[in-house]
């Protein structure tokens, strides 16, 4: 097959650099999409220029005058030229000589760049010109670079964005040799889908900006299609193993005696999820799916509930999987405090055991004397067994991974429900995980008092000290969090965790022996007796990195201030700020910050005006990207643009149309070019 470099016919020393941005064939060097649109097809009138908005424009004139203007240390090239109203512009050059002397002068060009307008004059600087017969118009179809929409490209090892346009341009004849159409006909009709031929065309070099914009519209759809189609193909692979009886009705009496044995009422929405799970509980497939709202919504309650139901009616086993050795105790404890008094066997596995103790455990858990096996990664071995596990709750999902998933389909397929404290969008949760139904509990618990939040400086938080000193005298207990650990990861004007532990003590120097420190290095007894500490009252200020986000819950923590606040997403700030308030005292979450800019503080006002998970959550999709909500920053999974993440309809139809492809051609063995582009990497990204 022909080589890039003998299409390109450039030199070893353009491969090589291609090589190191992994561009090593045709195909790689097209799938390098254009980050930017230039307007080179429309000419205008000088008067018709916008000299304010910066954008490259184009116009036509006649060369006037060339002359040279002397200047201390550089020399400034002018020419004058008269546009076909007869208006005067001029164009610029600083010490470039030879694109000077290349103008001639009453020939006509056609000026593209961008205009601006001072000292009086409508000038272009260094403009790109393109020779003209005074009656002729360009013809798009014999320049790439003017007389069309022309494609920018990003610098790459020193590689012009203008190299890249010119050689895009020389490769468009080979698209039909290096990709082929992977979906159906009826498929692109449906839904009015370019053919991949045309996309690859107009992605680089668009006849319209309509085109452009549907070519645009087919990657992002060909790229969410692939997320769809990998989900789904894994639930797919899940269910084949699934073992699980229908047979039996439900017992709704068996929910209302978990529920009545509750030191509290259930809200409307958790009442309604418990209802759905018990329902795909008696599903012949396995049960995947999704439970999310706000921390402190109830969810582990509801997840527990399903889990007494596993046990009692239908006589599973039941895995309780956290992702830190503090969390899998608080949730052992809780779950234990509620179902041993019903008879329920509940066990704690995590790395804090001695391996004599693990022993016990997983001896214990295969011969099916415990019911509940609550854990962290060390349930994830290959000699953990299970005597008939029936029901996975995996906690916090954005720390365990499909792999982790997959762990259990040697136990037959569990029904599986992953719990996310970070509100998800609608449109988000159908493009990232199309295999899980989706259940929200969009209802605090009564008697759950809003947290009043406020942007502060560190001098003025200082002055809260006092107050702050009253509350701890009072029972109650604070939260300070920095986004670093030590001062050797300095960075200007950024806090470390030991800066703030120490400035903490200056603070409140009457209150030595009751500060604690707690950050992601500390082995795991350390941070265990911390936090012990901390909840049983020996410490009342706990200074932390963001290790805390993760489900710790201490009632009585009703302040936390946060340094640097503007270094986090708004959804980590208010997984953050739901570390308090978890009782029905008022609380108060202090957001420190040093930018005075008016988009940090734009963006931190929001966590003043707002308590709402799901709007914070759009906030960070509008200001940092999907990747800051779905804990990924993988390029191709979750940069793409916001008006396509936000498009409910348009997700579901691609939602609608993985499944429709997969039930018309189970395992895409009839479309052997689909299982390639699904093999293949993502395309090149659109900035």
């Known amino acids: 097959m022909t080589t890039l470099q003998q299409l390109l ?128 118009s360009l013809d798009a179809a014999k320049h790439h670079d003017m007389g069309r929409i022309y494609p920018v490209y990003s610098e790459v090892m020193g590689i012009k964005p203008a ?32 053919h991949v031929h045309e996309t690859m065309q107009h992605i680089h070099y668009p006849d319209s900006y309509e085109k452009q914009q549907r070519a645009i519209r087919r990657v992002f759809f060909d790229r969410l299609l692939r997320i769809q189609l990998h ?18 009705a439900i017992n709704r009496d068996r929910v209302k005696e978990i529920q009545e044995k509750l030191p509290f009422q259930l809200t409307n929405a958790q009442k309604k999820c418990v209802k759905a799970i018990i329902e795909d509980l008696h599903q012949d497939k396995a049960m995947l799916r999704l439970l999310q709202w706000d921390v402190g919504s109830g969810k582990t309650v509801v997840a527990t509930i399903a889990a007494y139901y596993t046990i009692k009616e239908l006589w599973g086993q039941v895995c309780f999987l956290a992702p830190l050795s503090i969390l899998a105790h608080q ?12 008879g329920i066997r509940v066990q704690l596995l995590a790395g804090s055991l001695t391996a004599g103790q693990k022993a016990k455990v997983k001896k214990d858990l295969k011969a099916g004397n415990i019911d509940i096996i609550v854990g962290t990664h060390a349930i994830l071995q290959d000699d953990v067994d299970f005597h008939n596990l029936q029901y996975v709750i995996i906690d916090e999902q954005h720390k365990f991974g499909v792999q982790q998933r997959w762990f259990f389909r040697k136990f037959g397929s569990p029904h599986i429900i992953q719990m996310s404290a970070t509100p998800i969008p609608r449109s988000m949760a159908l493009a990232f995980f199309g295999e899980f139904d989706v259940s929200v509990i969009d209802e605090l618990p009564a008697g759950r008092k809003e947290i009043v939040t406020r942007i502060v400086a560190e001098r003025d938080w200082t002055k809260l000290a006092p107050r702050i000193e009253q509350k701890i005298r009072e029972g109650q207990k604070v939260f300070i969090v920095a986004p670093l650990i030590e001062e050797s990861e300095k960075m200007d004007g950024v806090k470390s965790a030991t800066e703030a532990f120490h400035h903490t003590m200056e603070l409140f120097p009457h209150m030595k022996g009751k500060i604690g420190l707690l950050h992601g290095r500390m082995k795991a007894k350390e941070k265990e007796d911390i936090m012990t500490a901390f909840k049983e009252g020996k410490l009342a200020i706990l200074v932390s990195t963001t290790v805390i986000e993760v489900g710790v819950d201490i009632p009585e923590a ?9 270094r986090f997403g708004l959804s980590q700030l208010h997984q953050l700020r739901w570390r308090i308030g978890r009782s029905d005292l008022q609380s108060y979450c202090f957001l420190e910050t040093k930018k005075k800019s008016w988009d940090t503080y734009k963006r931190l006002k929001a966590m ?3 308590n709402d998970g799901f709007k914070l959550a759009e906030l960070d999709l509008e200001y940092r990207g999907a990747g800051e909500i779905l804990w990924t920053r993988q390029s191709g999974m979750t940069d793409i ?39 293949e990497k993502l395309p090149g990204m659109m900035v």
Not at 168 to 175: A, R
Request: proline share 5%; glycine share 4%.
């Open 608 to 610: 003043e005006e707002t």
């Open 641 to 679: 643009p916001l008006d396509i993440l936000t498009d409910l309809s348009f997700m579901e139809k691609v939602h609608q149309w993985g499944e429709r492809l997969l039930t018309h051609y189970p395992n895409l063995e009839e479309l052997p070019s689909l299982k390639i582009f699904l093999e």
């Open 331 to 342: 949730h052992c404890q809780k779950i234990a405090k509620l179902l041993l008094p019903l």
């Open 231 to 248: 989900s789904l193909l894994n639930k797919q692979e899940y269910e084949k193993d699934a073992h699980h009886d229908t047979g039996k």
């Open 558 to 566: 009703t302040i936390m201030v946060i340094y640097n606040s503007e």
């Open 9 to 136: 016919r450039t030199s070893p020393r353009y491969i090589n650099l291609l090589k190191q941005t992994w561009i090593v064939s045709v195909k790689d060097f097209l799938l390098n999409f254009p980050r930017d649109y230039e307007d080179r097809g429309t000419i205008k009138l000088l008067k018709n220029l916008d000299t304010e908005s910066k954008l490259t424009q184009s116009t036509k004139g006649l060369i006037i005058e060339k002359k040279v203007l002397p200047r201390w240390s550089k020399k400034l090239y002018e020419i004058r030229f008269q546009d076909e109203d007869g208006a005067t512009g001029y164009i610029t050059y600083f010490n470039s000589y030879y694109q000077f002397k290349n103008v001639e002068k009453d020939k006509r060009y056609v000026i593209t760049g961008k205009p601006k307008h001072d000292y009086g004059k409508l000038f272009f600087n260094h403009p790109e010109l393109k020779k003209t017969e005074e009656s002729a």
């Open 163 to 194: 190299w890249f346009a010119k050689n895009s341009w020389k490769l468009l004849k080979e698209i039909p040799r290096f990709f082929s159409e992977y979906l159906p006909n009826e498929f692109l009709q449906k839904f009015d889908l370019m």
